[in-house]
Each structure stands twice: as structure tokens, then as C-alpha cells.
């Protein structure tokens, strides 16, 4: 089915920083009436930061929803308006304090279609160099403790094998430089 189905209403229940949430009355092909909940997200990036060297720079972060730190990849949300290459650009700068000369997209996935509308933008990362004094000052948002280290990807398919890469949008973006 490639057609749509246009809600007959949309409530809004929740409205918070990063996404908000919906309920949407709709009818389904079939003509079975559903109130369907959706988280309505901007849009994010991905970046696959790939050093001169062949690495992939993962982040550390702790994630609260899972209670855990985990290794993944640099990613987060745009911003209104923003367009996906500049914030795979700002995104780099900010989570792992590098800058890429080249961004090059790979593609894009739904992570969770079932109830969410985000699309990732997946970027490669290259020419990474140390910000300069004409830059833009990046900083990480608030809720960022972040830890960047550069891995081999034989040693990051190694961490998923093994169960220490739990992260789906890291595993999904190994499959893109595969």
C-alpha cells in the first residue's frame, strides 16, 4: 500500500524537547477504525566517522532509558529546518570534536515504523581534522557525557558478535560500509 491513510483526527498528547506524541484516529483498508499512537520525531543523523586510518570513531554515552552506557554511533536529532548534511557536519564537531572535510550519505532507515516516524540519515565521516580558531564552537547538549575512541571494524564486529554493541543503528551502519 503506497497511499497514505489521512487521520480523521490528531491529538496531541505529549510535547516534549526531542519528539512529540500523537494519537490518530484512522481507518484501516480494511475498514477496521484504529487509534494509533505515534511518536512525530524531527529526524536524526548518523555518521560513520572513518579515521585516516580505516577506523570508526564510536561514542560512549549513558543511555537512561536502558540504565546502561553503550558504544555506538555519533548521532543525533535535527533540527528544525536543518538539513541532514550540515547536521551530520555539527553532529561530528560536537559528539566527537573533529570536523570532516567530506560527508557523504548512504542511505536512510525507519528504526521503529511500527509507531515512530524517524528517519535516519546515515553519513560518512572523512578527512576528520582538529577544529581551528575560524570554526564554530560545538559543544554537546546537556544530557551528554560523551567518550569518543576509534576501533577497527573487525574489532566493532567483534563487540557486536559479543553483545557489547547493543545499539541497532550502529549495527545497521557497519552494514553500510560493508
Known sequence: MNNPIVPDQIRKVFTGRIFTVTIESITLPRGERLEAEVIRHPGSVVLIPMTDAGEIVLVRQYRHAIGRSAWELPAGSLKKNEDPKEAAIRE??????????????????????????????????????????????????????????????????????SGEIIDLKTVAGLMLIS
Open 92 to 161: 561530528c564537531h560536537e559528539e566527537i570534536g573533529l570536523i570532516p572535510s567530506s560527508v557523504e550519505r548512504l542511505g536512510a532507515f525507519f528504526p521503529t515504523p511500527g509507531y515512530c516516524d524517524e528517519e535516519m540519515n546515515f553519513y560518512r565521516a572523512s578527512g576528520l581534522r582538529e577544529p581551528s580558531a575560524g570554526d564554530p564552537e560545538a559543544k554537546q547538549d546537556e544530557d551528554e557525557d560523551i567518550e569518543a575512541k576509534p576501533f577497527a571494524v573487525d574489532a566493532i564486529r567483534r563487540m557486536v558478535a
